[in-house]
């Protein structure tokens, strides 16, 4: 609780302390103002008014506005310093989740768990494919392919806003980070994002990628290409827990070499 007051008139705002605590509505809110290219402060401070349901009526002075509590109907004069305390308390949107948010429904289609789990491998793959692809072109469209894989019932006739292809962004890159601590000793072996986002600058980003995913699929098929289709239904978290444990193997017999 955060207590704002001039004067005899008082009222306190509750906020969210993290991203495990929003709600869809919240998170499209949020998104919403990210799509705007805002500076983030501002975007902040916006949460602050619609989460804690105050309407900002005009300025009061200088540096000071007065506003309105929507559920008590007080009004109070607020120094441009408390909105910016407030706003300071939603430091954490400012980064990525540390474990994977999601809106839970987009347009009627039900997302997939959140950390990707029951999700098959070569969805995954094709996801961190789409992920790249943007980072690297900035394209929406490979977000929107990334939508209608990690929200599987979402017709083809629906055009995502912004927001929504954002907020599919943000979640992948949470699920990406997760999955460098779920599984480290994969992800530690693989290149690194550079200045051209897939750590190489002699190969295209196609041709990296398609390489990186024949590695992974050879990995877990042994070289046999009659499991391949097997492979690629296969749980995403199962796969990537044989591949987990690959690297590490490999990683022991490296150090016994030495």
């Not at 002075?61 to 007065?66: A, E, G, M």
């Not at 839970?104 to 768990?113: E, L, R, T, W």
């Not at 992948?172 to 980070?177: E, H, N, P, T």
């Not at 690629?232 to 193997?249: F, G, P, V």
Request: charged share 25%; with cysteine; proline share 3%.
């Amino acid at each position: 609780m955060l207590p704002y007051f001039r004067g005899m008139e008082a009222f306190s705002i509750s906020l969210p302390k993290s991203w495990s605590e929003l709600s869809d509505q919240q998170l499209l809110f949020f998104f919403r103002q990210v799509a705007r290219d805002l500076p983030m402060n501002e975007v902040l401070a916006l949460c602050v008014c619609k989460w804690a349901e105050i309407v900002v009526l005009c300025h009061a002075d200088k540096h000071s506005c007065l506003v309105k509590d929507r559920k008590s109907k007080r009004q109070v004069v607020l120094a441009d310093w408390q909105i910016t305390f407030a706003a300071r308390q939603l430091a954490f949107l400012e980064s990525f989740a540390p474990k994977p948010v999601h809106i839970s429904v987009i347009c009627d289609a039900s997302a997939v768990n959140a950390d990707l789990q029951a999700v098959p491998f070569e969805d995954y793959l094709a996801c961190e494919n789409y992920y790249q692809g943007f980072l690297h072109t900035q394209s929406m469209e490979c977000l929107a392919e990334m939508a209608h894989l990690l929200y599987p019932k979402l017709s083809d006739k629906v055009c995502l806003e912004k927001a929504e292809l954002l907020s599919v962004f943000y979640w992948f890159a949470s699920v990406k980070a997760n999955f460098t601590r779920m599984f480290p000793h994969f992800f530690t072996n693989i290149p690194q994002e550079k200045s051209n986002l897939l750590g190489s600058a002699d190969l295209g980003v196609g041709e990296e990628l398609r390489q990186a995913m024949n590695a992974q699929i050879r990995a877990l098929t042994g070289g046999d290409i009659t499991k391949e289709a097997a492979i690629l239904q296969m749980d995403c978290w199962r796969a990537l827990t044989e591949l987990d444990a690959k690297a590490r193997e490999a990683e022991e017999m490296r150090n016994q070499l030495k």
